[in-house]
């Protein structure tokens, strides 16, 4: 085999080798720039899990002794878990964890969720909406979109949000979750009137009572024959606002003697105005070590099949981080080809000939490509880092190849 200082000789000697090898160099990098991953900056997000807890009604305290504790410890025990970060608010809890580097994200998250499971029963009865999602919790929206209507009320637009819209950018591949802003959802509301219900001897927590004993849907046995086997029910679900006026409180007296009951909106926890109106915002929080580019493709592909299906709804987007990283990289790849502009004028002009340039000019280009197919092989991202490095590597080129032509004069 020649050695590296032969190379030239034997380029002189079989040119059609060399031919070949740098069109199969070139071949291989073209090929890879089809499945490069091209990102901002190398992945080196940490493996980070959160596990988010909702309790109505309780107090920061209550959610710290009762719930967030609770968690913690569990979480604490899974292997792999570096760090652990805990906030206790009104009516919810965060834990935070955080994993060693080399754990996998996936298997993290699972024995997360294996681990809440199982202390899930210790939990207060109120507790609901557990969710573990692999993201920092203090993760801000990667891109953030907009749902507008001009007919639609706030509550059929958080419908069609939760139900269509989040649903299929959650179903998009390195997204967390989809954070939901000025959502108002329709909601069983029951105005009590104080004067009327003391008139009666009765109390709130009578109405209460009442209340939670109602909606029951539980098993209440079976009936089993020769030829089946039949499961029996009690469902005494009330979702109507005139049943649940007939609820009986005592003896004849009803729940609508003393109160009324309607569908009407949730209370309003945030606000998303766009031009002035009222709109329903959506953040799509991104998975560690995913890919924003990608999530911010797949994201425009998902907001113009919405926008062809719904009717008198439109999905705007309002912010994305993917274009500061096309543009930063868009940027970068100009610089590399300019510092290769430079650098072969510069050769020209020194050399005073042009069969002495094109060896420059012509290996330059194949050892880029070809450093393309070497990063795609490694499982490298292109991103800022690497291309700056590419930037500064046809200098190199050039003192290595004006040595060789040097020797071969010689």
Do not use: C
Request: glycine fraction near 6%; aromatic fraction near 4%.
């Amino acid at each position: 085999m020649a050695r590296a200082s032969e190379l030239p000789s034997l380029a002189v000697r079989r040119p059609t080798l060399i031919v070949v090898a740098n069109l199969l160099i070139i071949i291989a990098g073209l090929g890879a720039m089809l499945g490069v991953e091209v990102r901002e900056l190398p992945d080196v997000d940490r493996p980070i899990v959160t596990v988010r807890a909702f309790y109505d009604g309780a107090s920061p305290e209550t959610m710290d002794a009762e719930v967030t504790s609770v968690i913690e410890g569990a979480v604490a025990r899974v292997s792999g878990v570096k760090t652990i970060n805990a906030a206790s608010e009104e009516n919810n809890a965060r834990i935070r964890a955080e994993f060693a580097p080399s754990v996998d994200l996936d298997v993290a998250a699972n024995d997360v969720r294996e681990a809440v499971a199982a202390i899930e029963r210790e939990l207060p009865e109120g507790v609901d909406d557990l969710t573990i999602v692999k993201a920092d919790a203090d993760a801000s929206p990667i891109i953030r979109l907009a749902l507008v209507s001009d007919r639609l009320t706030q509550e059929a637009l958080t419908h069609i949000a939760e139900e269509d819209v989040a649903t299929e950018l959650s179903a998009i591949p390195g997204v967390a979750t989809v954070e939901l802003f000025g959502h108002r959802e329709e909601v069983l509301r029951i105005v009590v009137e104080p004067q009327r219900l003391a008139s009666y001897g009765l109390s709130i927590d009578d109405v209460a009572r009442v209340l939670r004993s109602t909606n029951l849907d539980v098993p209440a046995g079976s009936f089993k024959s020769d030829d089946q086997l039949l499961l029996v029910r009690a469902d005494a679900s009330v979702w109507q606002p005139a049943d649940v006026e007939g609820l009986e409180l005592r003896g004849d007296v009803r729940l609508g003697d003393v109160a009324r009951a309607f569908y009407g909106p949730a209370e309003a926890e945030s606000y998303s105005l766009l031009n002035g109106r009222k709109v329903i915002g959506l953040g799509v929080v991104r998975r560690a070590q995913s890919n924003t580019i990608e999530i911010s493709t797949a994201v425009d592909r998902a907001v113009e099949r919405r926008n062809r299906r719904l009717d008198d709804v439109e999905l705007v987007k309002i912010s994305d981080d993917a274009q500061f990283i096309r543009g930063a990289v868009r940027e970068v790849v100009r610089s590399l080809g300019a510092a290769v502009a430079v650098v072969i004028g510069v050769i020209f002009v020194f050399m005073g000939a042009l069969r002495p340039t094109l060896v420059p000019a012509v290996a330059i280009p194949v050892a880029l490509i070809g450093t393309v197919a070497a990063i795609w092989l490694l499982g490298v991202s292109i991103n800022i880092l690497t291309l700056l490095a590419l930037v500064v590597a046809p200098g190199m080129i050039v003192d290595d190849a004006t040595v060789e032509i040097e020797n071969v004069q010689r």
